[in-house]
């Protein structure tokens, strides 16, 4: 990495971890002018800044304390998804970088519900378990039209999209891109966790 896209990188990393700017995207730009650099610099990609920010999480942590913390995340991903596939009788995926255990940066557990269920329905099961009122959206996909919630819940950020079940069988392919993506099946992360988190 250049030595100005680094200096970016870890200005926007502190921006993130002190809570100032939530979104790495934005933060990297407020990085950028705070460093005096402005149009034509070359600018760290949001996964550089992450690296950053995981780098500080581990070094404040520890390494044991950073591992309980996303082992702890993935617990939390597991017990969405069991409440989901149960109430609506789905299969359910955690997706992107959740499936890989990459929280650092604001990152939001992507969970497909593959049932056909109402998005109220899905909502009301959330907000009864003690998730935030929801957000709705409608994303367009490879499969077309498909409508999704966000909501949080003990500062975890939980976005769900309602698939087709008939979509499952392009279950690892990303929704909007049909790129491949990290993916976890609800029994693949139990099997993940530690035996008193699974």
């Known amino acids: 990495m250049n030595v100005v896209r680094d200096r970016i990188a870890r200005r926007a990393a502190a921006l993130v971890a002190a ?23 070359p600018l760290p990609s949001d996964g550089e800044v992450r690296r950053h920010l995981q780098g500080m999480a581990q070094e404040a942590l520890g390494a044991e304390g950073y591992r309980a913390r996303v082992d702890d995340t993935l617990a939390f991903a597991a017990e969405a998804m069991e409440l989901l596939e149960r109430a609506f009788m789905g299969r359910t995926l955690l997706c992107g970088r959740g499936a890989r255990g990459q929280f ?30 929801p957000a709705f959206e409608t994303a367009d996909t490879v499969h077309g039209k498909a409508n999704r919630l966000r909501t949080a819940q003990d500062g975890i950020a939980l976005a769900v999209i309602r698939c087709l079940p008939e979509w499952w069988g392009a279950r690892e392919e990303d929704l909007v891109t049909g790129r491949r993506t990290a993916t976890r099946t609800l029994d693949e992360l139990r099997d993940s966790l530690p035996p008193a988190q699974g």
């Open 19 to 41: 809570g100032r700017e939530h979104d790495v995207h934005r933060a990297i730009r407020i990085a950028a002018e705070s460093l005096g650099f402005m149009r034509g610099a």
């Open 104 to 133: 650092d940066g604001g990152a939001e557990l992507h969970v497909r519900l593959y049932a056909r269920a109402d998005l109220a329905d899905v909502a009301r099961v959330l907000v009864d378990a003690g998730f935030d009122e």
